[in-house]
């Protein structure tokens, strides 16, 4: 029997606000945002394509979640926001701030870590439901074992040793990854409510022509069957992720004593 856990609750004697990083004008933080508001938390929405500057002093976070977007990872060269984004990812890892990347944010940790991110060598892309299972390594992040998951990118992850890779999928092999302890990326996207299957399908809809993608009645359709699951699944991982904060913090008041 899988062990329940207990919500966690921002404390009053620490950092409570979540910085939200989007993408677009209109990106929202669905679920994952809802979530973390019932757990105490206030969120900070932050959209450096829109020109807004992160932060230099992160200590003010409880944790930073990045989320996806149309653009890659890789366009640098013509995104100042991505190339802030690349700049600003080490100093809240390196600070053990609990940081966690969906989609594109899971492929910017990537590349500020030396992996790379790409398209399938075969040009399949994931835009619907598809399984995932769990590494050894992430069994106890992924606790019910396989699950399906929904998915909408194009291109992969390839991260390097430094990192545990904590779920496999078929198509695209990295589906969730640590880097020490309080960094993650995830491919898949847990935050996304049915409002915004339906909002994401219909304007990207040519999206769902392409070799690997699920037509748009299946996205809409397998939404009460496989996002329960998720939903449960994101909200116990939410609080372990973000008590990855005291521990990190653990060796520093050790030494302390």
Known sequence: ???SVV???AASSGPHK????VHQEHSRPGRVGALLEAKGYTLQRLCPNLGCQLPEDVSDFAGVVIFGGPMSANDCGTLAGIRCELAWIPKVVEAGVPFLGICLGGQLLTRTLGGSVGPHPEGLIEAGYYGIAPTADGAAWFPDGPMTVYQFHREGMRVPDCCQV???GEQYPVQAFRYGSNAFGIQFHPEVTLEMKDT?????AERLASPGAQPREVHLGGHDRHDPP???WIDGFLDKWLATARASAQPLLAAAE
């Open 18 to 21: 979540i910085a939200i990083i």
């Open 166 to 168: 904590l779920a496999t």
């Open 200 to 204: 994401w399908t219909a304007k990207a």
């Open 7 to 9: 919500p966690l609750r």
């Open 230 to 232: 998720l939903g449960r």
């Open 1 to 3: 029997m899988t062990a």
